[in-house]
């Protein structure tokens, strides 16, 4: 378990998985630059956050809500959590839950599923959406930020381990949601990122540049500099031919 002062950034996963050293230049070196993806993706963020709360019947919509982990060691916000109702309150379970708080724990209404929520009779299963700008990714970047975020909520609100099993990915390009299943290899795989980037923070070393394709998208080009001072480059031989 970590403590709140050593809680990094989620969104951090998904810049690791995408790039350790662009990781590294924006956690470590505080380095940014905006690009025309970087700025659809804002401004897509910014729209979504536009209001906070909404219901919708049998739908209840948060936006912005603070996530945090102290086993995985991650801070940050959800785009969107939505509720789904998933049924309501027998007589008994009223009886259970009117001695509970706001936010009841899922084990502590013994085998009832869902949560309660405040002002509502009924039971509701947190169901996390994350948005993004272009369209789906062939890694699992998105996927583990977005499986991040269940991870959060399921100890924010002590439901158990697997409690919410989906989530959804919308993309601004195709205009769709991606459904993902939250399964075990996809949560062992968010847990081990989260450990390594909390191991390269303690390290706090920028690792060297390799060049790959995806360099071109990538808004930090001009200040990772890749094609120059990649792994085995003669930065000092570069400077030489250039001043030549």
């Known amino acids: 378990m970590y403590t709140e002062n050593e809680l990094l950034l989620l969104s ?52 912005g809500l603070r996530l945090q982990s102290l086993r995985l060691g991650l801070v940050g916000q959800a785009d969107v959590v939505e509720f789904h109702c998933v049924g309501p309150f027998t007589d008994e379970d009223c009886e259970i839950a009117a001695s509970l708080p706001v936010v009841a724990p899922r084990n502590d209404l013994e085998n009832i599923a869902g949560i309660k929520l405040e002002g509502a009779p009924d039971l509701w299963q947190p169901f996390p959406v994350e948005y993004k700008r272009g369209k789906p990714k062939i890694d699992d970047c998105d996927r583990i930020q977005l499986c991040a ?34 399964n075990a290899v996809l949560r062992n795989k968010t847990a081990s990122l989260a450990n390594e980037m909390h191991r390269l923070h303690a390290k706090g070393t920028t690792p060297k540049a390799k060049y790959s394709k995806k360099c071109q998208s990538c808004s930090l080009y001009n200040q990772c500099l890749p094609k120059t001072t990649g792994i085995n480059k003669d930065v000092q031989g570069y400077l030489r031919k250039a001043l030549e």
């Open 149 to 182: 975020q269940a991870i959060c909520l399921e100890e924010m609100l002590k439901l158990s381990d697997g409690s919410i099993s989906e989530g959804a990915l919308f993309y601004g390009r195709p205009r769709r949601r991606e459904q993902v299943t939250l």
């Open 12 to 63: 951090g996963l998904q810049h690791l998985q995408f790039c350790k050293r662009q990781w590294a230049l924006i956690h470590l070196e505080q380095a940014w630059s905006e690009n025309q993806f970087t700025a659809e993706g804002r401004s897509m963020h910014d729209k979504v956050h536009a209001d906070e709360v909404e219901s919708r019947g049998n739908l209840r919509i948060v936006r």
